[in-house]
DNA sequence: GTGAAAGCGCTAACAG
DNA sequence: CTGTTAGCGCTTTCAC
């Protein structure tokens, strides 16, 4: 009856329409324990017939909680941070709240955008993976000053608190590489990542101490630390087959990479595994459907985005800071292009 | 020197320490032109001692604008949803938008149910992908009659407005099939999609006709309709497999259902491609690292996404409600599975 | 069990 | 150019 042309529908309209007031309202539809069954079931009926939806902005400012999970991510478009985005939106969902992406592109002054606009959003809690460049993370002050809960998964500093879900880089790196040398490769190289990121710093150590603990060499220029772009792929590649002791076991900081290397490696004359082995830290799906396929230590990208998620909706509600390292297991996927 | 122990710095407390007015103050921060340069600097001064950050809530309920949009997706763990997802932060980022990311996980309920909540949030506008069981759009009319816009992409809807951008399904099948027919195959088969959903039946629509331009039969139980998931792919390359007339060439409707056959016939005594050749609806990076490498139709996924935000901004912006069908190009990415 | 009133932090007429 | 005054829609004491 009352068909104003006001575009938004709101408890007063529906308090007004009942004779009611307006905290009432409210109060019924959060289905407050002190309103009578009665009441609540004509509220209810009045909401659904004027068309009336809860407008999360108003509700927001009153009670300074937005509900909104902030996600700042390098990309999306790899199996890793693709599955984790989903662990993390799945938790964050059934918990009540909705997740905001961004991606930094690697890039360490999108991420500091990102984080100011977030905190500008005033969303209750951020989950984050850093990219290759930060090498310092005062943009995630903001969070900390402000007691909003900061989760970091994978590539975390211990600088700020929060919950840190990871994996043990070192230890993926090293059993890898052991795996190599138990393949009976001798002359073993590593395709690193960039070395300020200390999850390429941890797998090259892994990768190091593996040969000193075999009492294997490490041969000049057989670590490479690079940026993992394909240029970079190309130019180690390039640069190895050229060497006169050119590696027969080869393993990469990424999953990428390593696929990269895979298909280059046919432009010589190379059989894998048997002249050359691989292995790549990070899988894909692809690396078992290729020809050969291609051995990874797998992270459980999934379950570190939920793990991720829940420390930090725990954190947000239960006030405890959730400080804490959790550390998924990774595990070894040896295939065709490392067992011989 | 006021060290308030409130946790929110406002406007209200740089005015109070300027001894000028609020509104004041906001029109600095937004740079009005109507301000003078001289209050302004001392505005943003204050600003930054204070430690002064936007309230994003409480502006967009004064200005009902979010500049948040709201994306609901399938899932996001294939390479077209990844890249149009990255499309899509992109545009909006650049536009000045935040985006919210919902996994349907091709469930109509939980469709429904992001639709409401991403009401409720009060986006700017939503860019939609269907999942495979939406047959009816009716959630979306909340939007539509708020004069939220709504853009899809890839499986979208005629029957609500505003700015579609898709492929041209039937093309992209029809020269898919075409190309097989082209290579040799006589005995053609399909392996297709839930005929509920349009894409789909466009794709299987554009298979009939290109076997029929060429003269070809449908031969019995080539042409499969099913749900895509890894079980319907088993059992159909079964069924496939134990025909009299076995067909010499697949055409499958997704590209993991091409990944997944194209593995499965190496349980079997078959050539690819002399004696069946293989070729996908959709691409993935992995299809051409395999062997052998399969052949495509390639959607761009990441332009896809970038045109359905730009012309979401444009409806939210321009007011104009940017209905309109915009066509994106397909790819026919011929390898080895087929070429012969 | 329900109402009145204040306020969350910002913006936007309307004055001057 | 700047200040005053109302809100935006909802929540939340504090009364009754």
Redesign the interface.
Known sequence: MSDKNK??VTINDIARALGISASTVSRSLNDSSKISEKTKSRVREMAVELGY??????S??SKSK?N?IGVIIP???S?FF??A??GI??VA?QSGY??????SNEDFTKECEMA??L????VDGVVACLSKETTTVEHFN?FIQ??VPVAMFDRVSYAIEGPKVVVDNYEGAYRATEHLIASGCTRLAHLAGPQNCKVFQERAEGFRDALKKAGLPLLPRHLLASDLNEKDVRDSMALWMGLKEAPDGIFTASATSG?LML?LVRNYNVRVPEDMAFISFGN???NE???PSLSAVDMPGLDMGKAAAKHLVDAIEKKQNGDGIFLKPIQLLIRNSSFR
Chains 1, 2 share one sequence.
């Open positions: 575009s938004e939806e809860l407008n999360l902005v108003a927001s400012l937005t909104l990309r999306l478009n199996q693709s599955q985005v989903s939106e799945e969902r909705q997740i905001i992406i961004c991606q100011k606009v905190y500008s959003t005033r903001v402000k007691k696929l298909n894909e799906p692809c459907l290729i020809t």
